[in-house]
């Protein structure tokens, strides 16, 4: 069955330090990616989408992420964290053919000043 | 255009009552997605329409759950006789392309006592 697998349900992280959160998916053929972040008692935002243009993608709020295929890999990372980066971080992948996203279970990022 | 609105922001029911949950999502925007999420968890995909045609349902809509989108515009979804195991957070979603990113409302988020 396909899968998106997000490792590590809490994170943290000292203020500036770097940040990554993992994110690997089940499928040989790759599928769209995307990372969304969530605040409290808030909906999704969209932090970055990778749709099989260049692997290093950059999005919003100083955040990028890298698609491996080999590894079936799309981790999110930041150099420098900032107190405001503290949230749910939420990877998720649109299989080839699907219509809906499929998310993984979520990354709490905590960031420790 | 203000982005994904969805209307109330919270409700609390008793158990066997029935609610509507309204959204509007980006004017342009001729898909709609409705997502539930509970505590701890990734959004789960319920529904999606493409305008007025409701082309896809989650196993996880049950009988007691139903939901339209009569003009291609705003969405509606109902719950009949609610569960307490139906509270969560219900999110509506709107995109423009199946390759687009998802823009998300902030949720209703539903507590059935």
């Not at chain 1, 943290?12 to 008692?41: D, H, I, K, T």
């Not at chain 1, 260049?54 to 491996?68: D, P, R, S, Y």
């Not at chain 2, 008793?14 to 990734?42: A, M």
Request: proline content about 4%; aromatic content about 12%; charged content about 20%.
């Amino acid at each position: 069955a396909q899968s998106v697998t997000q490792l590590g349900s809490h994170v943290s992280v000292s203020e500036g330090a770097l940040v990554l959160l993992r994110c690997n998916y089940s499928s040989s053929v790759p599928p769209y990616l995307f990372w969304y972040v969530q605040y409290p008692n808030q909906g999704l935002q969209l932090l970055l989408k990778y749709t099989s243009a260049a692997t290093l993608v950059k999005g919003i709020n100083g955040f990028e992420a890298e698609f491996k295929k080999s590894e079936t890999s799309f981790h999110l990372t930041k150099p420098s964290a900032h107190m405001s980066d503290a949230a749910e971080y939420f990877c998720a992948v649109r299989w080839a053919g699907a219509n809906n996203l499929f998310f993984g279970t979520g990354t709490r990022l905590t960031v420790i000043p | 255009d203000t982005g994904v609105s969805q209307d109330p922001r919270h409700k609390i029911t008793k158990r066997g009552q029935n609610v509507t949950f309204r959204c509007d999502p980006i004017s342009e925007h001729n898909r709609l997605y409705w997502y539930r999420q509970t505590l701890g968890q990734g959004p789960e995909f319920l529904t999606y329409f493409q305008n007025e045609a409701q082309l896809e349902k989650s196993r996880l809509l049950s009988d007691r759950f139903s939901a339209e989108r009569p003009k291609g515009s705003f969405s509606t979804l109902e719950i009949q006789r609610t569960e307490q195991g139906d509270s969560a957070m219900y999110l509506c979603a709107s995109s423009q392309d199946r390759v687009a990113g998802y823009t998300f409302g902030s949720g209703t988020r539903l507590t059935v006592v």
